[in-house]
């Protein structure tokens, strides 16, 4: 699932005609750019939730959806706009989306750019294999979050692997790149009807920190290339230095 469907305020005055996940970074759009690595991986089943804008999105995409390298994608989408005039949040986006989504799904920003994250068949089968409801990449604090987000711990129970802190000495950022599990979206650790039929409006951020107190979420650091394209500062200077 990427989600797509977020006004970009800070983004203004570029995301007043153009939805935030289709700013271009070096030609192609944001949203492009994970569609494509996903698919070079092998994930060609994607769904994405729209809201400000969200018309341009499979407008993008046409009705014969293809990523750039020209495999072809089977994409659906989730339309909190149209349903309910305007974005749920991240977890109340995630959970109005269920019925298109697997047992075990990528959870991925628009508008974050990652070259290079690798995306593949072996993390969602090592995911699978463990008892933990959600797997997060987190990556060094950049600027604009210096305190970060979550801290990294030895996992006593699964040699090897790390779980992810809500408290910690040394937090990390979220790269808001995660496999989840569908259970996580319900009961006890998600309190909304499932297919979110309400339009509830939850952040996910505090569902997750309730699992991690429950030692129920992995994780692990990345270091490669990663930007959270939140202002248009950001962008230019990806447009001025980012690789084609």
């Known amino acids: ?15 007043d ?14 949203l492009q750019w994970h569609v494509d690595a996903l698919a070079d991986a092998g994930f060609t089943d ?28 089977a994409i659906e989408y989730s339309w909190e706009g149209l349903d309910f005039g305007g974005a749920l949040e991240t977890a109340g986006g995630i ?17 974050v750019y990652a070259p290079g994250f690798p995306f593949s068949m072996q993390a969602v089968q090592r995911f699978a294999r463990s008892d933990k409801l959600a ?15 979550f801290g990294l711990a030895s996992d006593p129970l699964a040699s090897g692997r790390q779980l992810a802190l809500n408290q910690a000495t040394v937090k990390y950022t979220y790269s808001t ?16 009807a499932p297919g979110n039929p309400q339009g509830v409006k939850t952040p996910l951020a505090p569902l997750l920190r309730r ?8 994780a ?8 959270d394209v939140g202002t248009p500062e950001r962008l230019a200077q990806l447009n001025e230095t980012a690789p084609s």
């Open 1 to 15: 699932m990427v989600l797509a469907a977020g006004r970009g305020e800070r983004m203004r005055p570029l995301t």
């Open 17 to 30: 005609a153009t939805p935030k996940p289709l700013l271009p970074v070096q030609g192609k759009p944001l």
């Open 46 to 73: 994607i769904v994405i939730n729209t809201a400000w804008l969200g018309e341009q999105i499979p407008a993008h995409f046409g009705p014969q959806p293809h990523s750039s390298n020209d495999r072809p994608l």
């Open 95 to 111: 959970v109005r989306a269920l019925p298109l989504l697997g047992d075990i799904f990528w959870v991925l920003a628009g508008d």
């Open 135 to 149: 797997h997060l990449w987190l990556v060094p604090n950049p600027s604009h979050n210096p305190l970060g987000d």
């Open 177 to 192: 790149i995660g496999l989840y599990r569908r259970e996580f979206f319900a009961r006890p650790w998600c309190e909304i």
């Open 211 to 218: 699992a991690m107190d429950n030692q129920r979420i992995s």
């Open 220 to 227: 692990e650091l990345y270091t490669g290339p990663w930007t």
